[in-house]
């Protein structure tokens, strides 16, 4: 679930330039959630990968002293029950008034974290005078001016702080979903089977989220995982050119949903350009991928056959060096349980995170060991490394020149950090990021402070 941040506040006080100022210029990304009163402005927001929901409640008709003070009431609690995360905004124009005194009343009992904003500090002799709203027995004052961007960018990345990591919420490792897809005809309802006969289906198909998909529950070695649009595998038994279409589309669906993707190669055949395509999705998506040649039975076998079709895999799948291979026959059972531990392998390492310390000595080893390239003739420097999410592992690095970073120098830190933490069955993200001078990650509000 995304953080809910709430800015609450008298009229006037600058709620909805703060809005704006917080949304930067991209209002196609406001998404109006369904049942919410009109005077209330919701937007989804994501800085640093860290989506959230941001609320404006501001909006009132002008009314008299006493009707503020009881709208404000209300919307003060309104944003306590909803929000994960208050913004409380004053203007230093106008000084600490008694509505905001009585609203910090009333957040004083809130278990939340609260921002105590003071809006319209234009320049530093606002700044001194607003030393009184410290009189509300707050710790932190966040002086800011929204019209003139600023302090915002301090306030967000203060705000990004106290949200969880951006994977909270999902299940960690409590289950594995497993999609299986490939050509018609390729053996995969025949796996399906043989894995759930081979581990005793436990439990009852799920409703899925695609019109009559199915999902199948199961256990093996008291691990649950999840095989998604089992129905749908099972059903396509008749192949016709029509069918065929479908089949890839809800092989992309089932690539969405899945942790690891099992894409089923048929032995006898090698591999076809509708294989490249949709092992190119799982490798676009972001999943664990492991290569299942099946009818493995059906080979005339010699001592470089496994070599030959390894050979062939890797040059027909290149972006997927990294996915393992296993060799299985669905009709005889071979190799079928090896399927399962090299998902268990995928899977341990497409949610595995690595410490920052441990990642930072690696990076800088890296970095020391092999300079990036000039970038536009300028040295390339490099500050810190983090990882802001797992499934797949996916790393800030921040540096000089977040733009011009050599593709070459990528897939280096990549396989770097590949060998130093074992990730070296699962894609892996780098997103390089631009640093301030002053040793303040930029924000990518920054870039808009110019009108
Ligand atoms: N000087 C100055 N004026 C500001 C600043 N931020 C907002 N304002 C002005 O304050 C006025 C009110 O701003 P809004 O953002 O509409 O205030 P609001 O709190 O959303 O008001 P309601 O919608 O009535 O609740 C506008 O005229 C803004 O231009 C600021 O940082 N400095
Ligand atoms: N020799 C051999 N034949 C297999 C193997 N696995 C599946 N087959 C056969 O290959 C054919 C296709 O198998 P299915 O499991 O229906 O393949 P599918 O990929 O689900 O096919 P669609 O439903 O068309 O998508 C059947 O005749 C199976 O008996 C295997 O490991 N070895």
Not at 140 to 159: K, P, Q
Not at 176 to 196: D, F, H, W, Y
Not at 331 to 342: C, E, F, N, V, Y
């Amino acid at each position: 679930m995304k953080p809910i941040v709430a800015i609450v506040g008298r009229p006037n006080v600058g709620k909805s330039t703060l809005f704006n100022r917080l949304l930067g210029h991209r209002r196609a990304i406001v998404d109006d959630l369904p049942g919410v009163t009109r005077d209330r402005n919701y937007a989804t927001i994501t800085r640093f990968d860290k989506p959230f929901i941001l609320i404006d409640t501001g909006g009132f008709e002008p009314v008299t002293e006493d009707r503020l003070l009881q709208q404000m009431r209300e919307q003060s609690s309104l944003a306590m029950e909803e929000a994960d995360v208050i913004i409380f905004m004053m203007d230093a124009r106008s000084g600490l008034t008694p509505a905001d005194i009585e609203v910090a009343t009333m957040l004083r009992r809130v278990k939340k974290p609260i921002f105590y904003v003071v809006n319209k500090v234009d320049g530093e002799k606002l700044e001194n005078e607003s030393a009184e709203f410290y009189s509300l027995g707050i710790e932190r004052l966040h002086t800011i001016s929204a019209e003139h961007n600023r302090g915002v960018i301090d306030l967000m990345e203060d705000l990004l702080d106290v949200f969880p990591e951006a994977d909270a919420g999902i299940p960690d490792d409590e289950i594995t979903r497993i999609a299986v897809v490939g050509r018609p005809n390729v053996g995969k309802s025949s796996l399906v089977n043989r894995l759930l006969g081979f581990e005793r289906m436990v439990a009852n198909p799920t409703a899925g989220t695609t019109r009559d998909s199915v999902d199948t529950l199961f256990t093996c070695n008291k691990k649950n995982y999840l095989l998604i649009d089992t129905a749908g595998i099972r059903r396509k038994g008749k192949t016709t050119e029509k069918l065929e279409k479908y089949s890839v589309v809800d092989s992309l669906r089932s690539i969405e949903r899945a942790d690891v993707v099992l894409v089923v190669l048929d032995a006898e055949e090698g591999v076809t350009e509708q294989d490249e395509r949709i092992a190119g999705y799982v490798h676009e998506a972001g999943r664990g991928c492991v290569f299942v040649v099946n009818k493995w039975d059906t080979l005339e076998k010699d001592n470089s056959t496994l070599g030959v079709y390894v050979d062939k895999v890797r040059t027909g799948f290149k972006y997927l060096a990294y996915a393992p291979i296993v060799f299985v026959s669905a009709k005889t059972g071979q190799r079928i349980s090896k399927i399962m531990t090299t998902v268990d392998e995928v899977m341990g390492q497409y949610i595995h995170r690595v410490t920052t310390s441990d990642l930072n000595r690696v990076f800088s080893e890296a970095t020391d060991a092999h300079h990036a390239p000039l970038a536009h003739g300028r040295r390339v420097k490099f500050y810190f490394a983090t990882q802001v999410a797992t499934r797949p592992p996916s790393f800030v690095i921040f540096t000089n020149q977040p733009d011009s970073i050599h593709f070459s120098y990528e897939r280096y830190l990549v396989n770097r950090f590949r060998e130093a933490f074992g990730f070296d069955g699962v894609p892996i993200r780098l997103i390089f990021r631009g640093r301030e001078k002053n040793g303040a990650a930029r924000h990518p509000l920054a870039k808009r402070e110019r009108h």
